[in-house]
């Protein structure tokens, strides 16, 4: 079983542009969430997916940050424009079951905003 | 903000049992007790979980006292593979259905 697949694995872009995160989830899986690490803090919850809908937005940081789930599948996560204090790492689980049971984590995506 | 403590790091042996602690006093009936570790760069890994009854699998056991404020996560026999930052989180019940909240963490370290 394929686990769960983030692209790209590095992205370094300067302040003021857009970059795309996408995370393609456990084949089945209705459940997908978006964490990050940002520097010398906690990993902290940013959204939760049911499908397509979104279930849990409260801790996507600002009205930079957009998150879609075409057709319930892959997802995206869009930071525009980028400031510096995005930088960190963007992770991705999925879940066949609601709730905290064995979610599935990607490796993640280091974003470095200079 | 997490809703338990940890100690900071720990150190244990190869081959020997690590016991990581953890306390979660304000742990509410319909919560449960979840594990995951995160080895350098990777994302997070689950490891196991509990609700009120000692679990077992082929990673770890998670010990839980009967009044469940606190826990306890032993890896029978650990390698240096094992290695890692450790985080016992509280939740799946109630409005944090969904979302896990990390702390800190324990970091593990094992050595020859």
């Known amino acids: 079983e394929a686990g769960v697949t983030q692209f790209p694995s590095h992205s370094v872009i300067e302040k003021g542009q857009t970059v795309t995160l996408r995370c393609d989830p456990i084949?089945?899986?209705?459940?997908l969430y978006w964490y990050r690490r940002v520097m010398g803090k906690e990993i902290k919850f940013l959204l939760h997916?049911?499908?397509?809908?979104?279930?849990?937005e409260s801790g996507m940081p600002n009205n930079r940050f957009l998150a879609e789930r075409t057709g319930g599948t892959y997802s995206t996560l869009k930071v525009q424009p980028a400031e510096l204090e995005d930088s960190g790492v963007y992770f991705c689980?999925?879940?066949?079951?609601?709730?905290?049971?064995?979610?599935?984590f990607g490796s993640g995506t280091r974003l470095t905003v200079v | 903000d997490a809703k338990t403590t940890q100690p900071t790091s720990m150190d244990c042996a190869e081959g020997r049992a690590a016991n990581l602690p953890c306390n979660h006093s304000?742990?509410?009936?319909?919560?449960?007790v979840y594990w995951y570790r995160q080895i350098h760069s990777q994302g997070p890994q689950y490891i196991i979980h509990?609700?009120?009854n000692n679990e077992t699998n082929e990673m770890a056991s998670l010990i839980i006292t009967e009044d469940r404020k606190s826990s306890t996560l032993i890896l029978p026999h650990a390698t240096l593979r094992d290695t890692a930052v450790y985080y016992c989180?509280?939740?799946?019940?109630?409005?944090?259905?969904?979302?896990?909240?990390f702390g800190q963490g324990t970091i593990l370290t094992v050595h020859p």
């Open positions: 689980a999925s879940s066949q079951e609601r709730g905290s049971h064995g979610y599935t």
């Open positions: 304000t742990i509410s009936g319909n919560e449960y």
């Open positions: 997916f049911v499908k397509e809908s979104k279930q849990d």
């Open positions: 989180i509280v939740g799946g019940g109630g409005t944090s259905y969904g979302k896990l909240t």
């Open positions: 509990g609700l009120k």
């Open positions: 084949s089945g899986h209705d459940n």
